[in-house]
């Protein structure tokens, strides 16, 4: 393995979308790819006769964060450096990929950042704008876009760490965690593309979620 950094997609349910996004991948991006099917209600089946492509199934569905730290057990014990994540949703444009790739020998952490002011609902807007706020005071450093999962991890982030978050909410943890006033990060301007259905009830709800994780770390 002479590569440094595992491309790693965690999917749930998102089976059309997997299969067009591997050949969008593959115009920018030989390398390994990781990725977890979290107990899909139809399994991931493997379509694409790539060597370079590794599908682990989970007999249920354990959630997002879960998914990325064993996908950082995975890369530690195959002797990566770097995890960078894509979502298997269509949300974050392969194109930028080589941007991520080319800042990773200068920082720890890598965001993918949005312009809210394209396509996205306002509750969303909201919502990431008030996380984004409180984590950036929490942890002493500007943070734009803290709820972007299109990012690229340093491994040194996940060895000798203990998470409590198994959903969307390890997101915020790792940062709160990880990072202070001292960290090197930096981040990869982004389309905004957005397809997202969930209720704004949800998104409410998930919002409080993420700031009592805030308030207790």
Known sequence: MSFDTLLFIPTYNDNSYFYDLIPQIRRFYSEKILCIDDGSTVKIIDKFNDSNLKIIHNSKNYGKGYCIIEASKYAIKNG??????????????????????????KYIFIYGRRNFLKNMPFFRILSNFVTSLIISLKCKKRIYDSQCGYRLYSLSLFKNAVFSNNGYQFESEILLKSINRKSSISFVKIPTIYNDNESNIKSIRDTFKFIKLILLN
């Open 80 to 105: 990566y450096k770097y995890l960078l994540v894509l979502d298997s949703d269509m949300q974050h444009d392969p194109s930028k990929i080589n941007d991520f790739l080319l800042k990773r020998n």
